[in-house]
């Protein structure tokens, strides 16, 4: 007797095909099951025809034999296509069967009008035809909506499709049918995958495009939503920042103790416990200007002191200017950036894809970062039409890396009255439940003048000061002063108001150089 676990062996495993495309098979785990029919769906212009062709230029570079049979595009346009991509497309069996020629060829064997059924038999024995003689190994049709067109009697369609799926299947042809929009559910049934590609049009930004693997038969693949551009060279697909099994990082390091990542400023580690460790997440919020970018900045730059990598992103500020700005409050990054201890990475402007952001948080952690901080959400937030998607996208990171025993640091800026795009408070983008340790900056009335504080409103890993303390920032770099006695003020709901200050601020402050 046999059967699972009885002593048969298990099947061996099938053969995956790349599709050439990047970040594509990262999602596919490998390629598409060979012999495969697969249909890539999606509306005019979501890069439906650049994918078929980047699939089948691989094959070419592998060695394969590569037909493309179109019925939408004539042999030129292909070429044109190619070219804008900077594709050739020797190598390339391709096959173009206009509309037109096919009314020619009738009109010239017949006297009595021309139905769709004549065109629809002739299409069908010409591509039979074609894929007989040249037996391809990866071969893409372009389009079924054409044929789906044609086919007006009731189940021909499905019918024409069944036996051309039969003959690639016999001949072992690893095939992508193009199929614009929708689809029936006889098509989704009769082919072995299908990839859908959609573009979402954005008020001033032009299209986001996005992919999602719909069914791959026998197969497992990353599901959802995942970004693409379509750029020269084709498409690069963004895939989905992919969690670890839960507990991954607790079991790897065998119950040892997770490591520290102190600030260097003995005030501000005391305030957090000895400071920030590894795997946990640390929302650093409040009022533009406070110093939440130079708090941030200052834990990458007393880690890269120590050896450990970091990646630093910005949505807000220049590239440029941020290393400057850090030069001169006595935390030179350039020497550390140089080195490659500290990746800066400017991101933002008019849009930024969600998976933009995981690829790069993705090179970070395979390039062997500790720390990645993010600055800032709001700026994140500026470059997305959807708050919802920001939300999903930014707890998907914070997972991610906290699975992985990174330590995420993330800034968010926060002013009374301020408006998002859509006329939502950006204090609705606080994500401080999702995050292990909360620090508050704030100003402060001393006088006739200014000052900035900070406070730890919470550490899930341990304890925290419960006092609120200066933050001065100079030519000396950051100083934090000792705990302000007798503090009667409490931060306001709009997190930006000014709350009075006790006698004891502008007191020396425990700096940089001292910790």
Do not use: W
């Amino acid at each position: 007797m046999t059967g699972p676990g009885l002593g048969r062996p298990p099947p061996p495993p099938f053969a995956r095909v790349p599709t050439g495309v990047a970040g594509l098979d990262e999602i596919l785990l490998g390629g598409l099951p060979e012999h495969g029919v697969y249909l890539i769906k999606g509306g005019t212009g979501t890069g439906k025809t650049t994918l078929a062709l980047q699939f089948l230029l691989e094959g070419v570079e592998r060695g394969v034999t590569c037909l493309f049979v179109s019925l939408s595009q004539s042999t030129r346009m292909l070429e044109r296509i190619a070219a804008s991509h900077g594709f050739s497309l020797d190598g390339v069996h391709v096959h173009a069967i206009t509309p037109n020629e096919i009314l020619r060829q009738q009109r010239t064997r017949q006297d009595v009008l021309v139905t769709d059924e004549i065109e629809l038999v002739d299409i069908a024995e010409r591509i039979r035809g074609v894929v007989e003689s040249v037996r391809p190994q990866r071969m893409v049709f372009d389009s079924l909506s054409f044929i789906e067109m044609l086919a007006t009697a009731p189940g021909r369609f499905e019918q024409e499709l069944a036996s051309l799926v039969e003959l690639l299947s016999g001949l072992e042809v690893t095939s992508l049918f193009v199929l614009n929009e929708g689809g029936t559910g006889t098509t989704d049934m009769l082919t072995d995958g299908a990839i859908e590609l959609d573009h979402l049009a954005e008020d001033f930004a032009g299209n986001r495009y996005r992919l999602r693997i719909e069914k791959v038969r026998g197969s497992p693949f990353r599901g959802g939503y995942h970004d693409f551009e379509i750029v020269h060279g084709g498409l690069h697909v963004y895939p989905r920042l992919t969690l670890a099994h839960r507990g991954r990082y607790a079991e790897e390091q065998g119950g040892r103790e997770r490591a520290t990542y102190p600030s260097g400023i003995a005030s501000l580690d005391q305030m957090l416990g000895d400071g920030l460790t590894a795997g946990t997440s640390c929302l650093v919020r409040g009022p533009s200007g406070v110093g939440k970018s130079s708090l941030a900045t200052r834990y990458v730059y007393h880690s890269a002191e120590r050896g450990h990598r970091a990646a630093y992103f910005l949505f807000e500020e220049v590239r440029d200017t941020f290393l400057r700005r850090a030069a001169a409050l006595q935390m030179d990054l350039s020497p550390y950036v140089e080195d490659g201890t500290v990746r800066v990475v400017q991101l933002g402007g008019t849009s930024v894809l969600p998976g933009e952001l995981a690829a790069e948080i993705r090179t970070s952690v395979e390039g062997g970062a500790e720390i990645v901080v993010i600055d800032s959400l709001s700026g994140y937030y500026q470059s997305l039409p959807d708050e919802r998607l920001l939300l999903s996208e930014i707890r998907d990171v914070i997972r991610y890396l906290s699975e992985r025993g990174l330590l995420t640091i993330i800034t968010l800026a926060q002013r009374p009255a301020q408006i998002g795009l859509e006329g939502i408070p950006l204090d609705r983008l606080d994500i401080g439940e999702s995050v292990d340790v909360t620090i508050e900056l704030q100003y402060v009335e001393a006088g006739s003048e200014l000052a900035k504080c900070m406070s730890v409103i919470k550490r899930r890993d341990g304890d925290h000061e419960k006092g609120m303390r200066e933050l001065i920032i100079g030519a000396q770099g950051l100083r934090v002063g000792p705990v302000l006695p007798d503090y009667g003020g409490a931060p306001d709901d709009d997190r930006g108001a000014t709350s009075k200050a006790p006698a004891a601020l502008g007191g020396d402050g425990d700096g940089a150089a001292d910790g």
